[in-house]
């Protein structure tokens, strides 16, 4: 029979015969083994049969050096330490720049007030329209012979207070001449301004706005007089009372002269907002009006936005309704950098760093010490910082069939379930370690049982410490006699190894207690109390009783008397939670103005989630067939072009009998492609505001109570977020997204005023009040608020240069060269290796509203579904990671990071054949998504209980919040819902109604209560 052991392994590269001996952890205890003269043992090589004996090879001339660290010879099934560092260190340490792109809540200030404009003929009407309002007023008060500019501040104070006074009128003439004037004012003068300033070159690529630093600086100087003459109030009352006439039942008559006037006092705050999000401590004075405005901007900006639910005309604005939500939100409450110090100043711990550092939850540390104190029973580790009860009470493992659930209390989400238990030192009884079962006998035929039979249950506790001084008094040591002569010494150590003890350590003080964690621990605790009948409303009971027989001296001395009013006052202020040091005043008014924002928001976020998602909804609906409504509108612009005068057919008519007898006042003065690309344009800013909106409302719900941010995430979720936009990106062309180009800045509003002041000369490029329609020279007509003529006849190939949608250019166009084909889109792989060659320089021509969509679509999706195993099984049922992996091709690092951490939440949900065909997918996710302590999101235990109780567990965080908001805001909640939980309130009433109790019969029964009491 051959050996199994040939006479020199593979891997063996040593003359000498010696090997390294390997890296084991220290016990404490000297290495003491064999003689080293003897030669060791061979290696086996799993990878190969064994082979024959061979004679020996003969002694070589030289020795051959010793195995270089990174030496190839090492079996294949293994690395070395140099192999793997390399490996590592040819990973991509930073994403690959492509896009010059930086995340942040806002753009330019030029280009938010690009957006706030749509491209629109008759908003450039309304425009004119307040450039008349402003002259004809100045004209009246100053003449014709002096300007803005000749005239010092007091005069041009009084012409701004007479403008107010206007706004304030009841006669519609006068009072729209007064908002026109003030909307031309904040708008920087453009007539005045625009025409001796410096105007960027419209024909570089690079410029993304034609504003002028003259025109910037006069808004901003507009705001503050505004706000110096105490004009802000009365803009924001103007303002709330032109909403009314749009929400009463009965439809108005003069419904376009509101709509002018209702648009126009938005823009007002909105350039007032926009001005002082940009300078903020400059414009300080506007910022502490606008802080101060009542009712508050948020709380008002919520109620038109939540009833534009019932708005099915469309006649309100919702695109700019959005964007004043949107900033009304940044101002208030505050963006990132105003998140990020608050949530510094109310965390828990300031000993744990926010980032850089490992850390691990409550929970996790809970879970670790079950599993340490069932293996070492007498370890005693360092307590959890929120006293959560052991799952186990007894030191054994729990059986096959009897899992043990760690579902966090009902409450708190936890971990997957491990075998544990708590400490021996905390048990009633202390038992034994049983002795395993021996294996079974081999089956019948020669067969063996299966390999696990054989093997050591590890669930078993580790009962016995190592050798001492008495171990002969514990049973003897028999074999362990010649262990005892080996080692030669008598333990004298700890019965625990120092490698748990230092595990125990490094967990308990890498454990980071977070503020949402001690928030719904807080609320777990006032929720028992509650449903035991502990916690009362004192109140309540004081109201019910009859207290007319006492006296006043009496009442003050059972303490009946109700408080003053300023302290009941005091008390009925909404709890506000601070964090658990002293904040600064600035800090404390945000999570107060977060506290009364939801307070008022309660009943109105539905309405508010239904409106936010339906502008998605019709993002999603344009995009269902584009190709398919694109070959229609070739086709119908194909019948058309032999018609040289337009001559009438069924689509022409049908737009006629569209705009009804006042054709004028609807008409389609622009082009179809025009029209095409305002509409897409719009929708793209309209979803800019929309995401902005949710994700700051999650924040800083989050941020002020944690159960205000599981409310938002709940409604969000039951509305279809999830498919939603799991269909957005299925529909969409991410890289496609990225590039395409809505904004035009030839009909852009700073253009335009560059336009009418004359600093914009004529060169080929379309006047934008005019577009296609009107006469090309440029010149200024007599009335600007005179529709254009009709169009009669086509407009020239290529007139609007390079800039020309496609769809616009003539069908016969020779294709191009193919040197001047389109670069192709930077493309990066998973692991982020670029697929194609990046451009040298970043990017610049890109949309960057897009981007910050995009990313903002991801995050409020991580939000709904991190750390929650219902939703994930959500998102693995709709098949999302097939959508998302497009989004992973983009080179951006927000795009990608929030990418791979919904592919993080999927991961223990998806099978093992999704794991081996995604596993760059899972590499890129150890290298960028920052991981936890305990971190078992690749490797999870037992998947079908977390799947069993994922559901419980919504229900119970569901229950949970609803009892917070019940509790906290019973007024909101609606009369029956409180009544529902004064019911249910009472603990002992609840158990005598089970009992069943007549109490007729027990008050009938007078004799036999006095006979038991002696009576």
């Not at 800045?745 to 009418?756: L, M, N, Q, V």
Request: negative net charge; aromatic residues 8%.
């Amino acid at each position: 029979m051959n050996s199994l052991w040939p006479l020199k392994a593979s891997g063996d590269g040593q003359a000498d015969g010696k090997q390294t001996a390997p890296d084991v952890p220290d016990t404490g205890v000297e290495d003491i083994g064999p003689d080293p003269g003897v030669p060791p043992r061979p290696l086996l090589q799993r990878t190969q049969i064994p082979a024959p004996q061979e004679p020996p090879p003969a002694v070589p001339s030289a020795p051959p050096a010793p195995n270089a660290p990174g030496d190839s010879s090492q079996p294949q099934d293994s690395l070395s330490l140099a192999q793997l560092r390399r490996i590592v260190a040819e990973f991509p340490r930073s994403e690959p720049i492509a896009y010059d792109y930086v995340y942040s809540d806002m753009g330019p200030i030029q280009e938010e007030i690009d957006e706030w404009f749509m491209y629109n003929f008759w908003q450039w009407v309304r425009l004119n329209a307040a450039n008349r309002a402003f002259h004809s007023a100045w004209g009246r008060g100053f003449g014709q012979d002096l300007g803005w500019d000749d005239v010092d501040g007091e005069p041009r104070r009084n012409f701004i207070r007479g403008a107010l006074g206007a706004v304030q009128s009841s006669d519609k003439d006068t009072r729209g001449e007064g908002i026109g004037a003030l909307v031309y004012l904040v708008l920087g003068r453009w007539t005045e301004t625009v025409r001796g300033a410096t105007v960027p070159s419209v024909a570089d690529g690079k410029v993304k706005s034609a504003a002028t630093e003259a025109q910037l600086a006069a808004m901003k100087a507009g705001v503050q007089l505004l706000s110096d003459c105490g004009g802000i109030p009365v803009i924001w009352e103007a303002l709330r009372n032109a909403f009314e006439p749009f929400w009463a039942d009965e439809v108005q008559q003069n419904l376009q002269f509101l709509a002018e006037e209702l648009i126009h006092l938005m823009t007002i705050m909105y350039i007032a907002l926009q001005e002082t999000l940009d300078d903020p401590d400059g414009m300080a004075s506007v910022r502490s009006e606008l802080l101060t405005l009542n009712p508050s901007l948020v709380q008002f900006m919520l109620h038109a936005t939540a009833r534009l639910r019932w708005d099915e005309a469309c006649v309100l604005p919702q695109t700019q309704v959005f964007l004043l939500f949107w900033k009304s939100i940044l101002l208030v409450f505050g963006g990132s950098k105003e998140i990020a110090a608050t949530k510094t100043a109310t965390r828990e711990q300031n000993d744990i760093k926010e980032k850089g550092t490992i850390t691990a939850s409550p929970l996790d540390y809970h879970v670790f010490r079950q599993e340490i104190t069932s293996k070492y029973p007498s370890y005693v580790p360092p307590l959890p910082a929120i006293p959560l009860d052991a799952e186990q009470t007894s030191i054994l493992p729990q059986l096959p069939n009897h899992p043990i659930r760690n579902t966090g209390n009902g409450i708190l989400p936890g971990p997957p379930g491990q075998s544990g238990g708590a400490s021996i030192l905390h048990q009633p009884v202390h038992i034994a370690t049983p002795a395993p079962s021996p294996p079974p006998s081999p089956a019948a035929g020669g067969k063996g049982g299966k390999k696990q039979n054989y093997q050591t249950n590890q669930n078993f506790p580790f009962m016995y410490p190592p050798l001492d001084a008495s171990s002969n008094s514990a049973g003897g040591k028999g074999g362990a006699g010649l262990q005892d002569l080996l080692v030669g010494r008598k333990w004298e150590g700890s019965d625990v190894p120092a490698s748990i003890l230092e595990a125990g350590e490094l967990f308990s003080r890498r454990v980071k207690m977070t503020r949402a964690t001690r928030q719904l621990w807080d609320e777990r605790e006032r929720f028992l109390k509650f449903e035991r009948g502990w916690d009362g409303a004192d109140d309540d009971i004081i109201d019910e009783l009859d207290l007319s027989s006492l006296t006043l001296e009496e009442k003050e001395e059972l303490g009946l008397l109700k408080s003053a009013p300023e302290e009941k006052a005091k008390k009925a202020d909404p709890e506000i939670d601070y964090g658990p040091r002293e904040v600064d005043q600035r800090t404390r008014e945000r999570l107060k103005a977060v506290e009364n924002f939801y307070s008022e928001a309660l009943p109105h976020l539905q309405s508010l989630v239904i409106v936010l998602l339906k502008a998605i909804v019709a993002i999603a609906s344009n995009l269902a067939a584009p190709q398919a409504n694109g070959q229609q509108q070739a086709g119908a612009a194909g019948q058309n072009n032999g018609r040289s005068n337009g001559g009438p057919g069924a689509q022409g008519r049908a737009a006629d009998a569209s705009n009804g007898v006042n054709g004028a006042a609807k008409a389609d003065v622009v082009s179809p492609s025009d029209n095409d690309m305002d509409e897409s344009r719009s929708r793209e800013i309209a979803a800019k505001a929309v995401t902005g909106i949710l994700v700051l409302l999650l924040k800083w719900l989050k941020l002020s109570h944690v159960l205000k941010f599981e409310y938002l995430t709940q409604l969000l979720l039951d509305s279809n977020y999830l498919p939603l936009v799991l269909k957005l990106f299925a529909l969409h062309d991410i890289q496609q997204v990225v590039e395409s180009k809505t904004d035009r800045i030839e009909h852009s509003f700073f253009y335009f005023c560059g336009s009418r002041a004359g600093a914009i000369p004529n060169t080929g490029v379309p006047n934008p009040a005019a577009t296609e329609f009107e006469d090309m020279s440029g010149g200024d007509d007599d009335d600007d608020s005179v529709p254009p003529p009709i169009k009669r006849r086509r407009s020239p190939t290529g007139a609007a240069g390079g800039d020309q949608p496609p769809s616009e250019a003539a069908p016969a166009a020779a294709p191009p060269p193919p040197a001047a084909a389109a670069p192709t889109r930077p493309e990066v792989d998973e692991m982020g290796y670029p697929v194609n060659p990046l451009p040298s320089e970043p990017i610049t021509d890109f949309s960057r509203r897009n981007f910050f969509s995009l990313i903002n679509y991801l995050r409020i999706m991580q939000k709904i579904c991190k750390h929650k195993a219902h939703r994930n099984l959500l998102l693995v049922h709709y098949k999302s990671s097939n959508i998302l992996r497009k989004s992973l091709k983009v080179p951006q690092q927000e795009l990608r990071l929030y990418t791979l951490k919904l592919f993080k939440n999927q991961v223990p949900w998806c099978g093992r054949k999704w794991r081996q065909s995604n596993m760059r997918v899972i590499t890129a996710i150890y290298l960028h998504c920052r991981p936890e302590l305990r971190d078992e999101w690749l490797a999870g235990s037992d998947v079908d209980a977390e799947v069993e109780e994922a559901l419980p567990l919504e229900q119970a965080l569901r229950s949970i919040t609803h009892w917070f908001n019940m509790r906290r805001y019973p007024e909101k909640m609606g009369a029956e819902v409180r009544v529902a939980m004064r019911e249910e309130q009472d603990f002992f009433v609840r158990e005598l109604d089970k009992m069943d109790l007549n109490w007729a019969e027990v008050e009938g029964d007078d004799s036999s209560v006095r006979l038991e009491w002696g009576e």
